[in-house]
């Protein structure tokens, strides 16, 4: 899905764009639908744990990203 992403920007706003967009799409999914869904019984602490795991994650997914695809430029 990433090649399609805005082919014909640069290559670092491409991947911190995609990689922004899927965090949030996973966070809504993940965080909040859990939050809505179940009683927890630390929202606030959870709500933070969750967010920050899953800025750590999609972080070294951008690292992949641009290791993978840094020589290709606006390619």
């Keep these: 899905m990433f090649p399609h992403f805005r082919p014909d920007a640069a290559i670092l706003p491409r991947i911190v ?4 967009f ?3 799409f996973h966070w809504s999914l993940h965080v909040l639908a859990l939050l809505a869904k179940q009683n927890v019984p630390n ?3 959870f709500l933070a744990l969750e967010t920050l795991f899953l ?4 972080g070294l997914f951008a690292v992949v990203l641009f290791v993978i ?3 290709l ?3």
């Design 55 to 58: 800025c750590v994650q999609f």
């Design 22 to 24: 899927m965090a949030i």
């Design 69 to 71: 695809y840094r020589g």
């Design 43 to 45: 929202g606030g602490q």
């Design 73 to 75: 430029g606006s390619a």
């Design 17 to 20: 764009q995609f990689v922004g």
